[in-house]
């Protein structure tokens, strides 16, 4: 038997179910929602966890649609689930957890009687802590940005080259490979010998269908590879990029993009313009570097600094 909260599955069953955290403001319990998996054969255990930022919902658009394509009768091993992290940002359409305005994904390994986030990350790290390899669903929040799997540990962690394969498994294209922030999953989980990526699928807000396709073949890409089902994967050469280089607004106005997702940037290429309100043009900025055209705001409008877009450099074949 195999259990994730209230969720219980005997070989070859699965079942749905809640992983209690704690209470909401009303005093009500609240649980995220949780999948178990059990194969009828014996093997690995891959846990998946989608919603970690309350905004990112094409995750969820892949949970959705793995969950009920899994047999677990053709199944070796286990798939554990956590459909919603960011209990709280969801309900509300919030990247952060309102409650206590934090990034649930700079919380991790979490802390079970700290912060509201913090309580949350310890809870789904428990989970990823049972597991052999962990997928934790993201996008490029409310900003457009390709189809790409991020790899967090660092170039020196003993497990890069197993979080590399699992990015080249999950197979969207396009590794982004640089070392992330203190308190991510994708750099928690390493430390505990466990091969993480994060697959960032897609932005903007809503619902991606060509997303959340790569997502669903990403997960099956991993299933199949690994052994949990049969069949064998074609690994493609993946477009990584090891530098991030983000581009802020001279000026106050409207952005007008010159380069669109995918298109290869040359030092000196024009990648944005600022006009003001009535036309007129007041900034052109050019790339610094070499690299791919990664993601970009989504609204036009912009204050002096503010965010624009960002290219990925350093860009290699693996
Ligand atoms: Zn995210």
Not at 21 to 32: A, C, H, I, M, N
Request: charged fraction near 25%.
């Amino acid at each position: 038997m195999t259990t994730l909260g209230t969720a219980s599955a005997a070989p070859g069953e699965m079942d749905t179910g809640r992983l209690a955290v704690g209470e909401t403001r009303d005093g009500s319990q609240f649980g995220l929602p949780v999948a178990v998996v059990n194969g009828a054969d014996d093997g690995d255990t891959l846990y998946l966890q989608a919603v970690s930022d309350g905004d990112e919902l094409n995750g969820l658009g892949v949970v959705q649609r793995v969950v009920p394509q899994l047999d677990p009768k053709q199944l070796a091993g286990t798939v554990l689930v956590v459909g919603v992290v960011n209990y709280h940002g969801f309900q509300v359409a919030e990247h952060r957890n309102p409650i206590d305005d934090t990034k649930m994904n700079r919380t991790y390994p979490g802390n079970e009687s700290g912060t509201s986030s913090e309580r949350i990350a310890a809870a789904t790290f428990e989970v990823a802590s049972r597991a052999d390899l962990v997928l934790d669903l993201h996008q490029g929040s409310t900003s457009r940005m390709l189809n790409e799997a991020r790899v967090r540990c660092g170039p020196r962690h003993r497990l890069h080259d197993a979080c590399l394969e699992l990015a080249k498994v999950f197979g969207c294209g396009y590794v982004l490979d640089q070392k992330g922030p203190d308190g991510q999953l994708a750099r928690a989980a390493p430390d505990e010998g466990i091969p993480t990526i994060d697959p960032e699928l897609g932005g903007s807000v809503g619902w991606d269908e060509e997303s959340i396709r790569y997502g669903v073949e990403g997960v099956f890409n991993v299933l199949r590879h690994y052994g949990f089902l049969d069949g064998d994967v074609e690994l493609q050469p993946q477009t990584r990029a090891t530098g991030f280089d983000r581009y802020g607004a001279p000026s106050g106005g409207v952005v007008d993009f010159e380069k669109d997702l995918g298109d290869a940037v040359e030092p000196g290429d024009v990648l944005f313009e600022v006009t003001d309100v009535f036309g007129t043009l007041k900034a052109e900025v050019t790339a610094d570097q070499r690299g791919i055209f990664w993601r970009a705001r989504r609204l036009p409008q912009v204050a002096t600094g503010e965010y624009v877009c960002s290219v990925g450099t350093d860009v290699d074949e693996y």
